[in-house]
């Protein structure tokens, strides 16, 4: 069955980087973009853009470019996030998603803290 | 961007009741549109695709439909499972825009 499980909780301190994992399994992989999106409490959801699996291709929410940098790793399935120069702000569970949004990650809580 | 206005925001409700929780897209988006449920600590599940299109495994109290840039998510007769958050989605132009979300709870 089709499953993205993504890493762990982060804790990072205001002005560094963290790189989140989304790996896929139970589909061709490089068939299907996978998507990225934010939740915070205050904001709801927000679509961050997407990665073509199989060109390496992205489309990036303008709101987000420079602050995410999505890559892939078709050898392993996997899709990741980079998300940069942190701040507070960016605090909030990050989830990767399959296209057509049926398949949803299990979400990474990222939290942003000196 | 797309704007996509839901509403309501919070809609307190029996069970057995018929509730309508809509959204309203601030240009064309055709039938593009997704509706998510999600309840505390999960993941959004995917209800309905193309406006009016039931997910796999979705029960048939679910149900889609589209006045010109209305989009509405109806339940016939609500059961304590369906108690969450609902927001919609809207695919057609990137970048995709949710909307704001209805929490839906017991009156």
């Known amino acids: 069955q089709v499953q993205l499980q993504q890493s762990g909780a982060e804790l990072a301190k205001p002005g560094s980087s963290v790189k989140i994992s989304c790996k896929a399994s139970g589909y061709t992989f490089t068939s299907y973009y996978i998507s990225w999106i934010k939740q915070t409490t205050g904001q709801g959801l927000e679509y961050i853009g997407y990665i073509n699996t199989g060109s390496g291709g992205t489309n990036y929410n303008e709101k987000f470019k420079g602050k995410a940098t999505l890559t892939v790793d078709k050898s392993s399935s996997t899709a990741f996030m980079q998300l940069s120069s942190l701040t507070p702000d960016d605090s909030a569970v990050y989830y990767c998603?399959?296209?057509?949004?049926?398949?949803w990650g299990q979400g990474t809580l990222v939290t942003v803290s000196s | 961007d797309i704007q996509m206005t839901q509403s309501p925001s919070s809609l307190p409700a029996s069970l057995g009741d018929r509730v309508t929780i809509t959204c309203r897209a601030s240009q064309d988006i055709g039938n593009y549109l997704r509706w998510f449920q999600q309840k505390p600590g999960k993941s959004p599940r995917l209800m309905i695709y193309g406006a009016t299109n039931l997910a796999a495994g979705v029960p048939s109290r679910f149900s889609g439909s589209r006045s010109g840039s209305d989009y509405s998510l109806t339940i016939s007769s609500l059961e304590s499972e369906d108690m969450a958050d609902y927001y919609c989605?809207?695919?057609?132009?990137?970048?995709?825009?949710f909307g704001a979300g209805t929490k839906l709870e017991l009156k």
């Open positions: 989605l809207q695919s057609k132009e990137s970048p995709f825009t």
């Open positions: 998603a399959k296209a057509g949004f049926a398949y």
